[in-house]
T-cell receptor, first 110, second 113 residues
Framework: GQQVMQIPQYQHVQEGEDFTTYCNSS?????IQWYKQRPGGHPVFLIQ?????EVKKQKRLTFQFGEAKKNSSLHITATQTTDVGTYFC??????????FGTGTRLKVLA | DAMVIQNPRYQVTQFGKPVTLSCSQT?????MYWYQQKSSQAPKLLFH???????NEADTPDNFQSRRPNTSFCFLDIRSPGLGDAAMYLC????????????FGSGTRLTVV
């Protein structure tokens, strides 16, 4: 079955440092979504990527879809304490079902 | 504001005692999902309804059932909760099956004693 790994599993950064999480699939993807889950909260949709090589930005967040559509990254520039949480990718290979990645837990030290 | 509402926020049930979790939505979305999320893990899809059509995941235990009496409401029934069923249960909706993102409720944290 499809496997979706995210690396790193955990990341601690000093406030102001950059952060990147990677999402890797064993199969070619139709599209990928990113979600953020604050501690004790629920996943909140951030963005969806569809096209090969696509890059989208939301303020300090940059999302990229790999050329082969098997991987994606989320990069946060100059992290803030409000960025704390777990970042999940969710992928589909063409069916209706989205598989959530293993998640990357980000802690930001003030 | 349009939203997905889950009640209760916290639920404590006894081992083996049936429990029902509820979810309602004001988004008028066609699809409603139930996810189980254990500590430090990714959400795991249990089943979903596309309108009135029920779709069970292959590895969802028979202990878990669901009902969707109308567009707005969906229920998760756990017939005989075990200690391993303690988790956060997340309800989500999407406008359609393909290409639409999920809107999650705040979740119900289930404790089994």
């Amino acid at each position: 079955g499809q496997q979706v790994m995210q690396i790193p599993q955990y990341q601690h950064v000093q406030e102001g440092e950059d952060f990147t999480t990677y999402c890797n699939s064993s199969t070619t993807l139709s599209n990928i979504q990113w979600y953020k889950q604050r501690p004790g909260g629920h996943p909140v949709f951030l963005i969806q990527l569809v096209k090969s090589g696509e890059v989208k930005k939301q303020k300090r967040l940059t999302f990229q879809f790999g050329e082969a559509k098997k991987n994606s990254s989320l990069h946060i520039t100059a992290t803030q304490t409000t960025d704390v949480g777990t970042y999940f990718c969710a992928v589909t290979s063409g069916t209706y079902k989205y598989i959530f990645g293993t998640g990357t837990r980000l802690k930001v030290l003030a | 504001d349009a939203m997905v509402i889950q009640n209760p926020r916290y639920q404590v049930t006894q081992f083996g005692k049936p429990v029902t979790l509820s979810c309602s939505q004001t988004l008028n979305h066609n699809v409603m999902y139930w996810y189980q999320q254990k500590s430090s893990q990714a959400p795991k899809l249990l089943f979903h309804y596309y309108d009135k059509d029920f779709n069970n995941e292959a590895d969802t235990p028979d202990n878990f059932q669901s009902r969707r009496p109308n567009t707005s409401f969906c229920f998760l029934d756990i017939r005989s909760p075990g200690l391993g069923d303690a988790a956060m249960y997340l309800c989500a909706t999407s406008r359609d099956l393909a290409g639409a993102h999920y809107t999650f409720g705040s979740g119900t944290r289930l404790t089994v004693v």
